[in-house]
């Protein structure tokens, strides 16, 4: 087998799959770095200058092509950095990880050191550069004023003298990077495998071997250990132990935890990992590379079972600062610069970020941010693990942990030797020896007879050398792997153990939240190819049942983390598990599922918010430490390599330059590459078996792309090509991604918002709650804000969307540009046979100041959501949009070309697919802003043609809605239309018209009321139709009208042309005797819909029951049903009126109804107390039911009566609340 053969074999094995070294290029020398964005007034050691990858061995790996371009960013990311001798130069460490566009994370650990510069041309450049630089400081402070120069020069030939850099005194270091690449994050083992290799380059004396022979060790000869083993390899001068965890644990996660909880507290710790599940934006902001590192993996390693599925780069480099303009969810670190501010920091986008400052120990959330479930508990259980370790919970940042320096660098031979001698007291477990001695011991373990033997010839004073030393070597092993740890050792696996018993605590959460989710996804496809077909148009996962069965104080944060696209994949994933193997993260969680469930955990507790706390943390913990008392493994030594002679020699403080010829290429010589290879060549064997019974995988994975997320189009931006095409490319599909997204999500609120609607007809079943339809108005701000965040030049303030009109001419827009009436019917000229509700002239701006003037909203992100969800429910939201985008020239002065706004095509589909929710009503401004003040406008349609437009009594009139009511209010006499300023009332429900009756003209006749919001417009209409006054109608002198939402339609809209009512369709009133009398059966089947329709009211979540008076009161309702009972078998309407006569005589005192409302107020009070069964025996037995009534009545049939009171009685299970406006004041 050729050697590069072997190291593609071997490649997803091994340990390692690159060394690279970074640093300056002599041969090119000094390049500024221009995309890093620096000042060049600063002085030129702190200037960036391009570096370069200088060597990397091997030259590419087969399952990880080598990413130059990508590496060289990371392990650089400001790029060379130069000292002097009066400058500090102490080593520093950081790691990196590489996401691909596939999702696949390639890890990459870096050990920075300061190299003395030893080319004259570098040296020469650099003197150059300062004096262009003290230069260019002499003429700016020649320019200064006179009364000043003196202190200027002053000021700049100290700063000179302080900071300058002279080659005839001065010694320049740079920059150098040494780094490991591998694909499992070993954080502590290559930190110290780095650190004692930077140790060999610094130390008086020359390592043990060249350097070749310990980095060919770590990239051929160290395998990967196997799941739930420890593996044990051998450094510069020390051994270096990692452990991988078993297949049903929670997977490997090897960044200190507790350095993150002690960076930000536990709180805030808390708060992001809540920012992260909701897939919101999230830049970390510190100036340690390792600290961005440390909490972007500390946040993710917590996700479990979940993950990150959007874009991931801890560390952001300075020439990629563009990617913070992604219209997506992202996951960023950036450095901070010495002495910057927060308040200096321009971010493109701020409405959805969670902005964590890691070195001032502080977070900046989004708004509208539900909290996790039983945040406190969770909190105190995170303080009380960190606590049996000795960590504060609200610990400040640590002190800093520097890579070791060197302190004691010095290896004299008797070490070495010591070295050495370890190094063979091991060769029984590595593949340098024959196994023979391991196989004698592990002969005598447990072996009852030899141990008889070995006893019978101590007795005789026979001593078995060769067992005695081999027994006494294990011996001294097993004391050395217990008690003889270091203390680096001790730290490392108390870290360890706390890693895991924290990332328990959070597992266990979701373990709990989940305990039921199989039951709740759909899996409809026969097969995969099907589903992975139809993914788009498929529900996979019951959301609506699945938040019934949760407790109500989980939902917000629950409504909002289903909708996230990590919960889409993990349920993708568990529907794929019937077809394909298990993801590894889903097939952990589904075993703690099952085990909790065979232990009974779950029963007790279902649709219970009470915490329950995590029972394995000393488990977890002891598992760790067992495995690191047994080596599994102990992988080959480095040994001497077949090198050319002279090459590879040692100079102190020089890292040299390595052998190429023996580094690219693996052994050819060793079992474990053999294994390696042969078991590579087995499953490749096995895959292409199998590829013909599965889907092609390029296929599946086309499918996958196209299934997952919506903001995966761009899963991750590239790092290797920053060329204007590449940038251009990107942005497009930031662009397609947009507008995938709002297609997307405009139609999920119309088909689910059109289903509830349906159901309300009475088809189907409900599919959507109120929470679900906040959570997906709440996920379309956010859309619109990042869209108007998408390449804008100059940032005005936290919204984009907010500030947009602030760019208009005149004072915030008012230039007449944006004065659009909604209302396109033209004003008619006013008569005195024509009275109708004015047309309501808005105009975004208007819209605008509305929200501007509502105090309780605090910021720009508040009230660009505000306004969004006021133009939804107005049904302008995608003519307001046009209209703000209508000026191209003012589009083009705000937004960069590749913005979405300025993507023509792209931007006329987004406002055709806002335009499409206009088709559903929402009442999403009207039912989340419930205490703001609102106008309403009230006009009294009077019937015209009898005379009896006005009366000379004074009139009132009261408006009510669902969340409360105005309060009775004096109308002006002869006036039909006033204003008033109100409480939000929510939806209207009904409206109080009454007068006293006083004057010469007292009767008055009413066609409707129609009282309007004056910032939603939304116009209700209230159908009367009757006479108000005494000795006409039934003379009642009030009336409770029952409303109903005009569609704004032409003349609808505004009331003109409203006749009298067919009073079959007035459901304020009772139902006139007409020829047309309702069958039997027909009144039954109105009685029993009537009240069902009650019963189906109280068994909705409260938030979404909508009006109760409108069933009791209303057409179809309660009280029209029991009207049609009591006349069924009347013998003349006289005598019925005697019958409501005889049924309220104790409400004679209330003078001002007349007999219709008396009757609708014994019916409604009846229910309310629960009276309405006890009354019907009663009026049964009455005498005068016998002269009142024919043979036939329903009332004189006493099985019919019967089922009436058993069909009454079924709304005693529910608490009934009448409006004030029905109960006049009774109690009954």
């Avoid at 929670?250 to 992260?276: K, R, S, W, Y």
């Avoid at 196989?439 to 005789?460: H, P, W």
Wanted: proline letters at 5%; a neutral charge; charged letters at 25%.
């Amino acid at each position: 087998m050729s050697g590069s053969s072997a190291v593609s074999g071997a490649a997803p094995c091994r340990f390692a799959h690159y060394f690279v070294i970074c640093g300056i290029d002599t041969e090119t020398g000094l390049e500024p770095d221009e995309l890093a964005g620096e000042n060049f007034e600063q002085s030129p050691l702190k200037r960036t200058f391009k570096s370069k990858v200088l060597a990397r061995y091997p030259e590419n790996v087969e399952w990880n092509p080598f990413d130059q371009d990508a590496v060289n960013m990371l392990c650089m990311p400001k790029g060379l950095s130069f000292r002097t001798q009066a400058d500090q130069r102490e080593p520093r460490f950081h790691s990196f990880i590489i996401t691909k566009e596939d999702g696949s994370r390639t890890y990459g650990f870096v050990h920075t050191f300061y190299e003395e510069v030893t080319s004259p041309q570098i040296c020469s450049a650099m003197q150059t550069l300062y004096q262009m630089h003290n230069a260019d400081m002499d003429s700016l402070a020649s320019s200064l004023d006179e009364a000043d120069s003196p202190t200027s020069s002053s000021a700049s030939s100290s700063s000179r003298a302080t900071g300058g850099y002279d080659s005839s005194r001065d010694t320049l270091y740079v920059s150098k990077a040494l780094c490991l690449i591998t694909p499992i994050p070993f954080m502590h083992a290559c930190r110290h495998f780095l650190s004692q290799l930077h140790r060999a380059v610094t130390a008086p004396t020359a390592p043990p071997l060249p350097l070749e022979s310990y980095v060919h060790n770590i990239l051929y000869e160290v395998p990967l250990p196997a799941p739930g083993r420890t593996l044990k390899f051998h450094g510069v001068y020390e051994p270096i132990v990692c452990q991988r965890p078993g297949l049903g644990e929670l997977p490997l996660a090897d960044f200190p935890l507790a350095e993150a909880f002690t960076l930000l507290g536990v709180e805030n710790l808390v708060q992001v990992f809540t920012c992260t599940l909701l897939e919101m934006q999230i830049l970390l902001y510190s100036q340690d590379y390792q600290r961005l590192m440390t909490v972007a993996e500390g946040i993710t390693t917590l996700l479990f079972p979940f993950q990150w599925q959007h874009v991931y780069v801890p560390i952001l480099p300075a020439s990629l600062l563009h990617f913070l303009d992604a219209p997506v969810p992202y996951l960023m670190g950036l450095q901070s610069k010495e002495g910057t501010d927060r308040s200096k920091l321009e971010l493109p986008q701020e409405a959805n970020l969670c902005f964590v400052d890691i070195d001032n120990h502080y977070i900046e959330l989004p708004e509208d941010f539900p909290h996790f479930p039983n945040k406190t508990e969770f909190i105190q259980e995170l303080s009380e693990v960190l606590l049996s370790f000795g960590i504060s919970a609200n610990a400040g940042a640590p002190p800093r942990t520097r890579g070791s320096p060197g302190s004691n660098p010095s290896t004299p031979s008797r070490e070495r030797k010591t070295v050495a001698l370890r190094q063979l007291e091991d060769d029984g477990r590595n593949g340098n020896l024959a196994g023979e001695e391991l196989a004698v011991l592990e002969l005598l373990q447990g072996n009852a007879t030899l141990e008889r033997l070995q006893a019978l010839t101590k007795r005789t004073g026979v001593t078995v050398a060769r067992v005695d030393a081999l027994r006494a070597g294990v011996k001294a092993q097993v004391t050395d792997r217990q008690g003889g740890r270091t203390a680096a050792e001790e730290e490392e696996l108390r870290n360890a153990k706390l890693n895991v018993q924290l990332r328990e605590v959070f597992a266990s959460r979701f373990t709990t939240m989940f305990a039921d989710y199989e039951a709740f996804v759909i899996q409809s496809a026969p097969d995969l190819e099907s589903w992975l077909t139809n993914r788009e148009q498929m529900h996979n996962f019951d959301k609506a049942s699945f938040l019934s069965d949760q407790p109500e104080p989980y939902l917000p944060f629950l409504s909002h983390f289903i909708e996230t696209q990590m919960f889409a994949t993990f349920i993708d994933n568990k529907i794929m598990s019937q077809w394909e193997e298990k993801e590894p993260l889903l097939r952990v969680f589904d075993a703690r599922i099952d085990k909790a469930r065979l232990y009974n955990v779950r029963a007790p507790s279902l649709r219970s918010s009470s915490y329950q706390r995590c029972s394995i943390l000393k488990e977890s913990a002891q598992a760790i430490e067992q495995r690191l008392m047994k080596i599994d493994h102990t992988a080959i030594h480095p040994h001497l390599l077949d090198m050319k002679i002279g090459q590879g020699k040692y100079e102190q403080g020089f890292f040299p330059k390595l052998q190429a010829d023996v580094l690219n290429t693996g052994p050819t010589n060793n079992k474990w590459s053999h294994r390696t290879a042969t078991a590579q060549r087995r499953k490749d064997r096995h895959r292409q078996q199998t590829e013909h019974l599965n889907l092609d995988n390029d296929l599946k994975e086309k499918y996958m792309q196209e299934a997952r997320s919506l903001g995966k189009n761009l899963r991750q931006p590239k790092l290797s090509d920053l060329s204007p095409a590449v940038i251009a490319q990107t942005n497009w599909k930031f662009v397609e991604g947009l507008l995938k997204e709002c297609r997307m999500k405009t139609k999920r609120m119309l088909v689910e918002k059109m289903g509830r609607e349906a159901v309300e007809l009475g088809h189907g079943e409900a599919n959507i709650t109120g929470l679900e339809e906040n959570t997906l108005i709440a996920s379309l701000c956010d859309l619109l804000e990042r869209i108007w965040s998408h390449g804008l030049q100059v940032k005005q303030g936290k919204s984009a969307l907010w500030s947009h009109p602030a760019a208009l001419p005149g004072p915030r827009g008012e230039a007449g540009y944006f004065s659009l009436t909604v209302s396109h019917v033209p004003e008619r000229r006013k008569s005195d046979s024509s009275i109708s509700m004015p047309s309501l002239r808005v105009s975004l701006i208007q819209d605008m100041r509305h929200i501007q003037s509502m105090s309780e909203i605090k910021t720009d992100v508040g009230r660009a959501r505000a306004w969004i969800r006021l133009s939804l429910e107005k049904k302008l939201l995608s003519q307001h949009l046009k209209q703000l985008l209508s000026r191209q020239a003012l589009t083009k002065k705000l937004y960069k070309r590749y913005a979405f706004l300025r993507c023509e095509e792209e931007k006329e589909q987004f406002l055709f697919h806002l335009l499409s929710l206009n088709a559903v009503d929402y009442f999403c401004f009207t039912s989340v802003f419930t205490t703001i003040m609102i106008p309403y406008r009230v006009v009294i349609i009077p019937i015209k043609k009898l005379s009896n437009a006005m009366t000379t009594s004074n009139p009132w009139v009261c408006v009510s809605g669902e969340l409360g009511d105005s309060g009775i209010m004096q109308i002006p006499k002869n006036v039909l239309e006033m204003t008033f300023d109100c409480q939000n009332l929510g939806k209207l429900t009904t409206v109080q018209l009454g007068h006293d009756n006083a004057g010469l003209l007292a009767k008055w006749l009413v066609d409707c009321v129609m009282v309007r919001n004056e910032i939603t417009g939304h116009t209700y209409r209230f159908p009367c139709g009757r006479w108000l006054g005494k000795g006409v109608d039934d003379g009642s002198l009030e009336r409770v009208l029952i409303g109903e939402l005009v569609v704004p339609n032409g003349e609808e809209d505004s009331g003109r042309g409203c006749r009298t009512p067919p009073l079959q369709r007035s459901p304020s009133q009772i139902r006139r005797i007409t020829s047309n009398i309702p069958a039997l059966s027909q009144i039954q089947e109105a009685i029993g819909e009537a009240v069902n329709n009650i019963v189906k009211h109280f068994h909705k979540p409260e938030k979404e029951r909508g009006s109760l008076t409108v069933l009791l009161c209303g057409e179809n309702s309660l009280v029209t049903a029991l009207e049609q009972f009591f006349h069924h078998g009347f013998k003349s309407a006289r005598l019925f009126q005697k019958t409501v006569n005889y049924l309220i005589w104790f409400f004679k005192l209330i003078k001002n109804i007349g007999k219709d409302g008396k009757f609708q107020l014994l019916v409604c009070l009846g229910a309310r107390d629960r009276l309405l069964p006890q009354w019907l025996p009663l009026l049964v037995e009455c005498p005068v039911i016998l002269r009142m009534y024919e043979d036939t009545a329903l009332l004189r049939d006493r099985t019919t009566v019967t089922a009436l009171i058993g069909v009454l009685e079924t709304l005693h299970d529910f608490p009934i609340t009448l409006e004030s406006s029905l109960v006049k004041g009774i109690d009954l």
